[in-house]
């Protein structure tokens, strides 16, 4: 499992940076991805939320959630690691089990 | 810890299936349950999400956070594993202190 | 890596408890916070949301998320154990990169 914790008016090459991951996890066939807004925050993600008047800013913090396998997102890490200027990449582990309607399978 | 992601459309027994499982976690006496919806994502939860067209869906990917010892989660997981017919149920160790008003208690 | 499930009607000396915690953890340096609003849920944190009509209240769930060093969380879980009436607090170990415009650093 990837935490990926930034601001939502970051951008990377014009779109979007949470818009761009989601495109860069599919593209790499990653399982699951969800993106949360989260309504108040600060840290290493954005000037203006580290200037105190976060709340009156519309730079919501943004936190992806991706899971797959430790292969699958070794493949994904360097390119997050490009892509995010200022945020938090946090990995660690979880154990999973994904349902699709025709099988079920562990990994 | 368990995760569970599915999408917000998911049904089981013709109630969505997130008031369902918030329900089965109370008949368990399960501890805490947060239910959070996010703005984006993709996975095994939804074929309207592999589709590509998720962002104009209104199928919004769900994310369910349960937290209780490790005897309450194992009777819940196989309740979860019967309900959940596409997503992802993902487990991991925390390490929890609950507090009340009256008292504080760890587990 | 820190989370703290409580509810939004919660107060600390007047202010909105997540909004306490947040200015808290900026006093003390905190590198990343993230607060998250839940769309339903139950656990300690709120005597409604045990009623069992939550749905209609208005005392949404809340969760922080919050990263740092084990000697920075150290310094903060003393405070969360203060201001939290009722709610969890649940510890987890993560391995996390921060990025800032300038630098980077792992921690």
Redesign the interface.
Known sequence: ?V?V?FGEDDRWQGKPL??AI?AK??ELGI???????????????S?IRRS?HWAFSKDA?I?L?I?DTEEQIARLLPFL?TM??????????????????SSTYSQ
């Open positions: 499992m935490r914790h949470h818009e989601v996890c599919k399982a699951e991805v969800i993106v949360f807004r989260g309504i108040e925050g600060f840290g290493s993600g000037r105190g913090p936190q959630s899971v690691g995010v200027e200022e945020g938090l990449i946090a990995t660690s582990k979880v154990d999973a089990i994904r349902y699709r309607r």
